[in-house]
């Protein structure tokens, strides 16, 4: 069982084996993972289970993917991979929300955005951990065999 250490919006989810450092920035759940992802096998695993997967036409180190193709290349989800050392990003879009006189509400679909210039802060939450659950699986089969636990 996943839990977290720090708040909302910065901090580590650990399962008392494995943990990683998270954020909130720019309308997204950024995630570090402190190994290096086989790009290919990645994309060939998503697809094979149905998802579109494209790189960023102008950042050829991320990787984006989505249940359908977008020819503008706005996925949900992205591994960004950073050349300078061994890290990548899992970056997946909140699904949990700080609202204005109440305490969270977990919301899906609708506008980043648009949320947040009506009062909505995009957290770490309970979604987030769950999207983050589904993915673990294709980034850890991508880096290899099952991972050493690492802290970042």
């Not at 990683?20 to 309308?27: A, F, H, L, N, T």
């Not at 950024?30 to 579109?52: A, H, M, Q, V, Y």
């Not at 009506?118 to 099952?146: D, M, N």
Request: aromatic share 12%.
């Amino acid at each position: 069982m996943w839990r977290f250490e720090g708040n909302d919006t910065e901090g580590i989810i650990t399962n008392g084996q494995e943990s990683y450092s998270y954020e909130v920035d720019d309308g997204e759940v950024r995630i570090c993972l402190p190994f290096g992802i086989n790009e290919e096998t990645f994309k060939e695993n998503l697809e094979r289970d149905g998802w579109s997967v494209d790189r960023d036409h102008d950042r050829s180190e991320s990787l984006g993917w989505g249940p359908q193709h977008d020819a503008e290349g706005y996925y949900p989800y992205w591994l960004r991979t950073n050349p300078h050392n061994s890290e990548t990003i899992l970056a997946i879009p909140p699904q949990d929300y700080r609202i204005p006189g109440n305490t969270m509400r977990s919301e899906t679909g609708g506008d980043v955005e648009e949320k947040q210039a009506s009062g909505h802060t995009p957290i770490f939450g309970s979604g987030a951990l769950h999207e983050f659950e589904k993915w673990l699986p294709y980034v850890q089969e991508a880096a290899g065999s099952r991972l050493d636990p690492v802290t970042r």
